[in-house]
């Protein structure tokens, strides 16, 4: 095919170690655009070559690059839940309170 371009030449004929990012998409879980919009946004692997508008990664480095936004995505999860915790008890303390002070209000009348 004469619309190959190679941007890391050093993966020529290792075709079993590239993925198309359709690939990417299929064993992450997620659409096309997902990827894509990864690719846009975030330091995900640098194409090795494309084909027409087929863009081809390095495996291992897309599965390299999926474990670790996997982990920080649990840490993120994390980090909010015991946020949302924290503000849970908060209010717990001052709907006690509150409930305390209404009951005190009605005894006196």
């Known amino acids: ?3 190959i ?3 890391r ?6 075709d079993d170690q590239l993925v198309s990012l359709a690939g990417v998409a299929v064993f ?8 894509s919009n990864w690719r846009k946004r975030h330091d995900f692997p640098k194409p ?8 081809w990664v390095v495996r291992s480095e897309a599965e390299t690059w999926l474990a670790s936004r996997s982990t920080q995505s649990a840490t993120d999860t ?10 849970e008890a908060r209010q717990a303390i001052a ?7 209404l009951r ?6």
């Open 5 to 7: 371009t190679w941007h």
């Open 28 to 35: 992450a879980g997620v659409t096309r655009a997902a990827v």
């Open 1 to 3: 095919m004469s619309d």
């Open 78 to 87: 994390e980090t909010k839940r015991a946020a949302l915790e924290a503000r």
């Open 9 to 14: 030449p050093e993966f020529q004929g290792k």
């Open 48 to 55: 090795v070559m494309t084909a027409g508008r087929t863009v």
């Open 95 to 101: 709907l006690a309170t509150t409930r305390k002070k």
């Open 104 to 109: 005190e209000l009605r005894q006196q009348h």
